[in-house]
């Protein structure tokens, strides 16, 4: 089994990519499989990973981005294929990787059809228990990276409200408002709250909430219920809210108006995390040249597709050890095997053979 690494293209102009989709260490792992691995070169390098770190794992270094494509039966992305790399996907490929298929160009889905091509989503991959075995490290991830995001954001020389997160005595803290009680919004509340902030948790299934509750007792998070009254109320008086919402395969719901918006507070800021697919503010967006942070009616938006980039060596990292188990037995059963018959790799197929599910059709 032949897998390729291509180097990973910035999804706009302004917003960078260091990410790569597979560390020396999974490189490694694979050879000892009895795979083939053809890393681009520079692939890693955004990431702390030279091509000598690939090359001492046993890897094969190419020197265009269409040979680590031609070369591979299977495609280790992070994110799926931008439209440079169409040219080079080859007919029968499988390409794994967040794949997002449901804000995909139909470009993109007449390639997978008209090439017959086999993609894995790293963000549908389901266990028997429902646990998502990729998105829950990278989620936690997230939800600790949300905190330095904001407290950057919130600086004065940005334009922030000049909130310093934990406040000092006598000074109260920042106000933090998080939309979605999922493993990123529970995380994220738990980072806040750990230095000082005042955290609000909204969601709509009453036993995340009871279990982040359990969690958190003793600390300064107060949990409500996802309503429409409730969220216009909190995000008045909010520093922060961050939209951690996630329907997997899903456009993500729109809860926050442009008119609750113009009721925040001048200076404060909306971090979505669920841009990547829709994101969950009427204001979230991502303009043509791919600028992630902008200001709207005096609230400043984070909305990076990618945001996990900014720490990229970690994400790599975890991405590689949240998909080895699967690209293991990819690797040694040979992928139909593996694709029936290991149950979140299965959970995990967009589209076989150019068929897509039709659960994400358009």
Do not use: W
């Amino acid at each position: 089994m032949n897998f390729g690494v291509p180097k990973e293209l910035p999804p706009f102009k302004q917003t960078p990519e260091y990410r790569v989709g597979l560390s020396p260490m999974g490189a490694q792992e694979l050879i000892l499989c009895g795979a083939k691995v053809y890393v681009e070169t520079k692939a890693g390098d955004g990431a702390g990973f030279s091509d000598a770190d690939y090359e001492k794992a046993g890897a094969t270094i190419v020197f265009s981005k269409e040979e680590a494509y031609r070369r591979a039966d299977v495609v280790l992305k992070v994110r799926r294929p931008q439209q440079e790399e169409y040219g080079f996907i080859k007919e029968g490929q499988t390409i794994m990787g967040f794949i997002h298929l449901v804000t995909a160009k139909k470009e993109f889905l007449k390639i997978v059809k008209d090439k017959k091509i086999t993609l894995v989503g790293y963000e549908i991959m389901q266990k028997k228990d429902g646990r998502l075995p990729v998105v829950i490290p990278m989620s936690e991830m997230a939800g600790n990276l949300a905190v330095q995001i904001a407290g950057r954001l919130l600086e004065s020389p940005g334009g922030g409200r000049g909130i310093l997160m934990g406040g000092v005595p006598g000074i109260p803290p920042a106000e933090i408002i998080i939309l979605g009680a999922g493993t990123l919004g529970c995380r994220a509340a738990k980072s806040f709250a750990g230095i000082g902030a005042n955290v609000y948790v909204l969601d709509v299934i009453r036993e995340r909430l009871d279990t982040l509750a359990r969690h958190t007792a003793g600390s300064k998070v107060t949990t409500m219920f996802a309503t429409r009254h409730n969220i216009e109320k909190l995000v008045k008086f909010a520093d922060a809210v961050i939209c951690a919402v996630l329907v997997p395969g899903k456009r993500s719901p729109v809860l926050i108006t442009k008119e609750m918006v113009r009721s925040m507070r001048r200076g404060s800021v909306i971090i979505d995390f669920s841009i990547d697919q829709g994101g969950c503010s009427e204001t979230s967006k991502i303009s043509p040249s791919g600028q992630f942070i902008y200001t709207i009616d005096g609230v400043i938006h984070f909305c990076m597709p990618n945001a996990t980039t900014l720490v990229a060596r970690t994400a790599t990292h975890t991405i590689t050890s949240s998909i080895f188990p699967y690209l293991k037995a990819i690797a040694e059963r040979g992928l139909d095997e593996a694709l029936h018959k290991d149950y979140a790799l299965n959970h995990g197929i967009y589209a076989e053979r150019g068929k897509i599910n039709k659960e994400y059709e358009s």
